[in-house]
């Protein structure tokens, strides 16, 4: 009997401790596997790089021969020239002979080939190590011999197999579901025409989907019309701070699981929607964000542009390349507004100079003569930047211009709409990431032609070319993938099928690649030639900062 | 309707002809003896300073000139890494030989950027990389026939010259370092 308690304590401090270890596990998400260390960054269980070699003796090792620089993250492989790199997922190696890919329900890919007997664990390690395939030929040069032991390549092979090519969540037999974020502190005038545009073009798309009966003719090719699928948005419409905003999107994937975001619209803080697309794999295709965040390093968020931070650069190659000396430079912007980002931004870019970067913060909301108060003691040598919006700019009426070097944000004014008092447009200068009105109209006008048959109210004219755009290279791109709805491989089609996109709606030229997740990379610097109006010219050429 | 169904036909069509392509060219090269006429576009170096392409071609030194993206993960890793074993093979030498490459993504590939992929493939001072204007990139890609439609279209194409006023060695193809260093005591002492 004594032992009783004793022994129920022992059961007690066992269940804890287990308890307490299963919480530590849960806590710490589990690090990527051998295999993937492998594929995605080259590096061996040990933390050393992989060595591997080239015909010829080449060396090549670690990140530099990684497999995914090729084979891609999707493992669907790629194209580059006129050399294709194969699918390496599992299904396409295993695959037996003589059969289709429809036959064995593996997604179309076009630079599959399975005219060659299935891998066996043997036989890949062989191709791995030593460059010859499964029917005995020998690959392209440009595949490496990887210098890989036994233990190393059972991870890798085990992680080829485990590389998933069934269609992604949201992506059905009949409808592929779609979420379009928007964050409580984005615009509403914009929130309307942005949603406006989507729910027509997923009315039209669905319309024309179902107009279209697969054709008879190739119909042993049934793969290549699995891709109609009606399309269903769903508007997550975020609410309260910041901080809960991963978890509400959590919840709405779980409830809605969506194959991508498209579009969507945000406010100051877009950090919280591309953490969770990030951590979620989930593509967020080119959300109407002024101040994007994150890195070209990261994969499943990709941009228009950088925004108000690419004018920062820009704004900051006109400080260093100021003819006259620039003793200050006085930054003005609303608190909590992107503009703050855009400040930081220009100041990180002017690190090392000898200007002197101040800034001069105006309350959140507040009266203009904050900005009286704000510009008093700017001087002629200084130079002073305006990250400010419409209203604000207006109200520069009632101030003296001080200084001749004055730059002005054209993302947040309003581009060459903004209300820029005639006494201020001698002396401002705007950051204007996008091309030129003269320029761009005709790629512009095609998304307007088809607000104006669709009676769409045009409220907020690039947001709703940029939706709208959105829309059409998430469908242009979808139309390449024929059935293979993975996630990472929509990523990889859309940085292939940009660069062949002649209708950039605002932009010049629209590019990606891996790593690189902001398509339109400068800007113009540009002035009001008249004391009112939209006229602008540019100061010069196109920039990429 | 019919256009879209159209498009598919074609996208099939495309996909098998993409098949075929793949597997006719197996790492094959190729050489030829062509000459250009390099356009007279302003470059911008790594070193930020803004260049004449000619100029820089006809610097005095047998040149050699290939096209690359900082970006680009399959063919331009090795066709960079090519040439860092080919300067190095070449030892001394090396500084006899102006090594050039082009980026033909030139709004990514800022000065900055090509400076840190030089250094990753440990190039030498006499191994320059160029950026500028698309109108500048495009127009040299034309003028030595390697402009593709887009960049994901690029192949592997080495040029080689021995001297101003001499034709062009063109190499297409994955050329080893060994075959490289060949290719260019061959140019050096042909009449």
Redesign the interface.
Known sequence: MPNEPRGAALAAALALSLLLWACALSAAPPGPSAGENLYRRGQLPSGEPVQALREGGATVRGADAACVNCHRRSGLGSSEGRITIPPIAGPYLFAPRGKSLEQLRIPFVDTARLNHDPYTDESLARAIREGVGANERPFNYLMPRYQIDDATMAELIAYLKEIKVAPSPGAGTSVLHFATIITPDADPVKRRGMLDVMNQYFVDKNNAAARTKAPTLYSSHTTMFRVERRWQLHVWELSGAPATWEAQLRKHLAAEPVFAVISGLGGSNWGPVHRFCEAQSLPCLFPNVEAPVGHDSDFYSVYFSRGVLLEAQLIARELAEAREPIRRVVQVFRAGDVGEQAARTLQAARTGSAQQIVSRVLKAHGASKDLDAALREVGPTDALVLWLRAQDLKALGAVPVTTSRVWISGEMGGLEQAPLPASWRAAARMAYPVDLPGRRVVRVDYALSWFRIRKIPVIAQQVQADTYLACGLVSETLNHMVDAFVREYLVERLEMALDHRALTGYYPRLTLAPGQRFASKGGYIVRFTEPQGPRVAALGDWITP | ?KA??Q???L??L??AG??V??VA???TVSRSSVSYEPPAVTLVRADGKTVSLPRELDDGRPVLLNFI?T?????C??TS??LE?FQHKLGREAARVHLMSISI????D?PGRLSAYARKFHAGPEWQYYTG??AASLAAQRAFDVY?????????VTLMRAAPGKPWLRIEG?V????LVDDYRHLLTAP
């Open positions: 309707m879209r169904t498009g598919r036909l996208s099939a495309l996909c993409a098949l392509v793949a060219t197996a790492a993206f970006t680009c993960s399959s063919i890793p090795l890494r090519t074993e993504d030139p709004e990514q800022t204007t698309v593709r439609g887009e960049k994901m279209s690029h192949t592997p994955f080893t370092p060994d075959e």
